[in-house]
């Protein structure tokens, strides 16, 4: 049974950093990605990070290049997002998500290429 749970999210000013943590079990990492969501209050869930362990690369929502950076330590099954640079309109609720199988046609950040899903953090900008 895979379960995963997030933490790390908070309240900071615009142009802090935030790290967010994913912890995973009952998961295997090969051939598998993983990817960080965000939504906010009647927005749609939107894919800001996704890593391709089996390929060790990356995707980042274009909202975020050059901010924010997605990585995984194999050996403590963690996801992480690092969260540099913060601004207002990164206030969401964060969720991690993965799947055994790489997304399809390369759409990792489509909500429905993962099967699961942890119960998400919440990040606050203030500016």
């Known amino acids: 049974q895979v379960h995963l749970m997030e933490s790390g999210g908070g309240s900071v000013q615009a142009g802090g950093s935030l790290r967010l943590s994913c912890a995973a079990s009952?998961?295997?990492?090969?051939?598998?990605?993983m990817a960080w969501f965000r939504q906010a209050p009647g927005k749609e869930r939107e894919g800001v990070a996704a890593?391709?362990?089996?390929?060790?690369?990356?995707d980042y929502a274009d909202s975020v290049k050059g901010r924010f950076t997605i990585s995984q330590d194999n050996a403590k099954n963690t996801l992480y997002l690092q969260m540099n640079s913060l601004k207002p309109e990164d206030t969401a609720m964060y969720y991690c998500?993965?799947?055994?199988?790489?997304?399809?046609?390369?759409?990792?950040?489509?909500?429905?290429?993962?099967?699961?899903w942890g119960q998400g953090t919440q990040v606050t900008v203030s500016s």
């Open positions: 998500a993965a799947d055994h199988n790489p997304p399809y046609g390369g759409r990792w950040s489509s909500p429905y290429e993962y099967a699961y």
């Open positions: 890593i391709y362990t089996g390929r060790s690369s990356t």
């Open positions: 009952g998961y295997t990492y090969s051939s598998a990605c």
